[in-house]
């Protein structure tokens, strides 16, 4: 289960995330949250399958995070901009 809130005091919950274990249209691992006008997360809040819970907080939004189980903080990632063109 995911939990994070945002310092507006708004919170965002996804109770699972589901890997089908196929190949072609498999479900993505990713999970995304919609903060508003937020621009950190104050906490984000992970619980594991095998059942430990880990509490991360202070984090800049509109970035991309890999969360992994033991690990001291998540690690930013450096996604490509996807260009759609002009509008």
């Known amino acids: 289960r995911l939990t994070v809130k ?8 996804i109770h699972r995330v589901l890997d089908s ?3 072609f249209g ?8 919609g903060l508003g006008a937020a621009d950190r997360v104050e906490s984000l809040e992970v619980r594991w399958p ?8 202070d984090l800049p939004a ?3 995070y890999r969360l992994e189980e033991g690990a001291a903080a998540p690690e ?9 063109g002009e509008e």
């Open 6 to 13: 945002d310092e507006a005091g708004g919170s965002r919950e």
């Open 50 to 57: 095998g059942g430990p819970t880990e509490t991360w907080s």
């Open 26 to 33: 498999a479900n993505s691992l990713a999970a995304e949250f």
């Open 21 to 23: 274990g196929g190949s």
């Open 62 to 64: 509109d970035r991309f």
């Open 76 to 84: 930013p990632l450096e996604l490509p901009r996807l260009d759609l």
